[in-house]
């Protein structure tokens, strides 16, 4: 039987919109992909596991206010994270603010704090072994004070930092008064308005140098020395061991008693100069002498 000619034009015609439409559909779906893998696409980036190292090229971490012995962790804790490949910027907050900060992971850590203060604030790793240290003194105007302890300072007028646990700790339910900073606090002694200022002794000579005060001395002995240790996030427990290991090697190798020795020598030739640190780019530090 013969086929009509307008039949077979029919038949080409559906078969060729059938083809449109399966191909159509085809790169309906492979669009769709597409724009699925464009839309999953950071997300399986944070599935990659990161090269270590790798991902933490820059951390920030933060320290105490206008107390000079961090100074000495600072340049230390540079020195260590640098052989990690790790570069650090320390942000410098009142002592109090820069522990939540710390421990709430808004950075990654604290330069140097005294031992256990994980118990309170839980979020916080501590580094051993310790990497700097520091001897709490009481200053005075008057030598006539005798030291024997926390217990000998409750019938005077103590100023303190906020927020530095040390004298915080120690001083509970005695007469305090508090300080911004350090060098508010060695004005109030210069000014009679406390009797006893409580610091690091090096924190304390330095302001008397910076400062130019007079008639205000460190009594002996040093009421307590203090060890300190970095303290990390717990999102940054991976770095807890390495930073151990180089800490533990240059406490036995004396660099950092080396670092220690040179910062302190640095910062009080500052201070004698009435010059500030240079704790912002720590240029003035960099070169340790090697022994």
Known sequence: ????????????????????????????????????????????????????????????????????????????????????????????????????????????????????????????????????????????????????????????????????????????GMDTYVARDYASLFRMLNKDRIDVAISPRLNGLYQIKRFGIHDVTPLSPAIARFDLFHYLHIKHAALVPKLSSIFTEMAASGELKQIREHVIKIMMELAEQGLPLCDDTYDCFETVPRS
């Open 1 to 172: 039987m013969t086929v009509p000619p307008h039949a077979n034009q029919k038949t080409e015609h559906s078969t060729y919109l059938a083809r449109n439409l399966v191909m159509g559909v085809v790169r309906g779906f492979a669009l769709l992909r597409v724009s699925i893998l464009l839309l999953l696409f950071p997300v399986i980036l944070l599935l990659i596991p990161a090269k270590p190292g790798l991902a933490e090229e820059r951390m920030t971490l933060v320290a105490a206010a206008g107390t000079v012995d961090t100074v000495i962790s600072e340049v230390i804790l540079r020195t260590a994270y640098r052989r990690l490949g790790i570069d650090i910027y320390i942000e410098k907050h009142p002592g109090e603010r820069a522990l939540r900060l710390a421990n709430s992971g808004e950075v990654a850590g604290d330069v140097q704090r005294i031992d256990g203060l994980s118990a309170k604030y839980s979020n916080m790793i501590q580094i051993r072994p310790a990497i700097n240290f520091i001897e709490g003194s009481a200053f005075s105007r008057s030598q006539q004070i005798p030291i024997n302890g926390w217990e000998s300072l409750k019938d005077y007028r103590i100023g303190l930092i906020r927020g530095i646990k040390f004298a915080e700790n120690n001083t509970k």
